[in-house]
């Protein structure tokens, strides 16, 4: 398996010419129509049969080697973040306000680099769907593109995803079966009072200090009602109401970050979020709307799926490169609606003693495009003997 990394190692510099390509022309969620462009010409002109439009602006392209049965998907996300980056060099996002904050480009270019060796080789007998995913970042690509039937027009018998994960050792790969990542959930609540002038609050149903009051009782939802082994969180994130000191207004927006890490813990706490504001808006006569996003869900990788990949992995790189199990995190990812689907393998490969995705100075690290690309490489021919 070493030759395979040395094989796709040979091939860095074109990886990173086509990340710097999409890091210069960032595109956010359901936009990335230039960046499916790119991707599906330059799949295209490797031998692949390319669908696109699919979840609006995703991608499928398919590739049938022999005449194996078997049938799989590799998953990259391919949308940008809303964030004004901060790195210097040749690359940098040449957009302003949005930027590939979160390394998708690198996935994205991953991806390409496998499906550019799986084409030169053919060394595969099945069928290899290879997935460019749109608007992952608002947790919206993955339901888009099964709702447009993607795993009715492009069978799987199993579908991969990889993320890269700064604090982590760089160019390790990271396994863990069962729940890996969180649920979320958006949701805003309303609150509706009466609006005075400030200096009558007597005459006011004041949504502000039933707002205040909201945020903080929130808090005791993790603190009190879920326990220290199971994993929560519940952030107000905005807190939008009025304009002027002396006005007091006529309603008060929270904006809520809702996150669990098993599906009866997150029952739980959605539910005690409805009372808690119920009673909250009762106390303070306030009326209230609580307005549900798309519901989350958690990421569960199968177990014997994920022991089997990491063991590819080990054959690949060696058994220090490779952890299992890894950690988990509450961060959220639409990868768990393709994990419902079908039996999914979602691992992370390190990027390194870096800022934190999402952080305006992140940027992947280019050192590991060979690494992700030879793992998938590696994970189509293990399925696809």
């Given at each position: 398996?070493?030759?395979?990394?040395?094989?796709?190692?040979?091939?860095?510099?074109?990886?990173?010419?086509?990340?710097?390509?999409?890091?210069?022309?960032?595109?956010?969620?359901?936009?990335?129509?230039?960046?499916?462009?790119?991707?599906?010409?330059?799949?295209?002109?490797?031998?692949?049969?390319?669908?696109?439009?699919?979840?609006?602006?995703?991608?499928?392209?398919?590739?049938?080697?022999?005449?194996?049965?078997?049938?799989?998907?590799?998953?990259?996300?391919?949308?940008?973040?809303?964030?004004?980056?901060?790195?210097?060099?040749?690359?940098?996002?040449?957009?302003?306000?949005?930027?590939?904050?979160?390394?998708?480009?690198?996935?994205?270019?991953?991806?390409?680099?496998?499906?550019?060796?799986?084409?030169?080789?053919?060394?595969?007998?099945?069928?290899?769907?290879?997935?460019?995913?749109?608007?992952?970042?608002?947790?919206?690509?993955?339901?888009?593109?099964?709702?447009?039937?993607?795993?009715?027009?492009?069978?799987?018998d199993a579908v991969f995803g990889m993320h890269n994960m700064p604090t982590l050792e760089r160019g390790k790969l990271y396994f863990t079966g069962g729940p890996v990542m969180a649920a979320v959930d958006n949701w805003e609540i309303v609150l509706t009072g009466k609006g005075s002038h400030g200096s009558m609050p007597e005459k006011s149903i004041d949504p502000v200090v039933a707002g205040a009051s909201l945020v903080m009782a929130l808090q005791t939802i993790v603190s009190r009602n879920v326990a220290p082994k199971d994993s929560a969180v519940v952030s107000v994130g905005a807190f939008l109401a009025g304009d002027a000191g002396n006005v007091i207004p006529q309603t008060a927006m929270l904006r809520l970050s809702i996150r669990s890490s098993a599906p009866a813990t997150r029952k739980l706490v959605l539910d005690k979020v409805k009372a808690i504001t119920a009673a909250q808006a009762a106390a303070f006569d306030v009326t209230f709307e609580i307005r549900e996003g798309a519901p989350g869900a958690v990421l569960v990788n199968d177990p014997a799926q994920t022991a089997e990949s990491a063991e590819v992995a080990k054959a690949l790189l060696g058994e220090d490169q490779v952890v299992m199990p890894g950690p988990t995190f509450m961060g959220s990812e639409d990868f768990a609606y393709f994990a419902q689907q079908k039996p999914g393998t979602y691992c992370f490969i390190g990027n390194g003693d870096t800022p934190m995705v999402h952080h305006p100075m992140y940027d992947f690290d280019d050192r590991n495009l060979p690494v992700g690309a030879a793992y998938w490489v590696a994970i189509t021919q293990h399925y696809l003997k």
């Open positions: 398996m070493d030759t395979l990394l040395s094989a796709l190692s040979a091939d860095q510099e074109q990886m990173k010419s086509w990340r710097h390509h999409m890091h210069r022309h960032p595109e956010i969620a359901f936009d990335e129509h230039n960046t499916a462009g790119y991707i599906a010409e330059l799949l295209r002109g490797w031998g692949y049969e390319v669908t696109e439009g699919i979840g609006k602006t995703g991608l499928v392209a398919r590739m049938k080697c022999g005449d194996g049965t078997k049938s799989i998907g590799l998953r990259a996300d391919t949308d940008a973040l809303a964030v004004q980056e901060m790195i210097e060099g040749e690359h940098k996002s040449t957009v302003e306000g949005k930027s590939h904050t979160c390394g998708h480009d690198g996935h994205s270019a991953m991806l390409l680099g496998a499906a550019q060796y799986l084409a030169r080789t053919r060394a595969f007998n099945g069928t290899v769907n290879l997935i460019f995913q749109p608007a992952e970042e608002i947790m919206g690509g993955a339901v888009a593109m099964i709702k447009d039937g993607l795993f009715e027009r492009f069978p799987m």
